[in-house]
């Protein structure tokens, strides 16, 4: 970003021209890199949704096994974690 490229006399490409193909570049690059970052924002967001719902659902798991432990503790079973 920002260098000057010399002349190609060979392909006849003026300063003038890459400088306009530099900035188109550097416009795309910008451009990627804001669709780089939303799109590790998004995976992240995405990411600690998961983590939520595991445990949430590792706890909804915990409940429910001890709610059994304890059911088969009081039916007399003699199960008991």
């Not at 590790?40 to 990411?47: E, F, G, M, P, S």
């Not at 719902?53 to 199960?79: E, H, P």
């Amino acid at each position: 970003m920002g260098k000057s490229f010399p002349a190609d006399t060979e392909l006849g490409i003026t300063n003038y021209e890459l400088r306009i193909i530099q900035r188109i570049l550097t416009s795309h690059e910008m451009l990627l890199d804001m669709m780089l970052n939303r799109l590790q924002h998004k995976i992240k967001l995405l990411n600690y949704r998961n983590l939520d719902q595991i445990r949430d659902g590792g706890l909804k798991a915990r409940v429910r096994y001890c709610g059994l432990a304890v059911g088969f503790i009081q039916s007399g079973t003699g199960f008991a974690l």
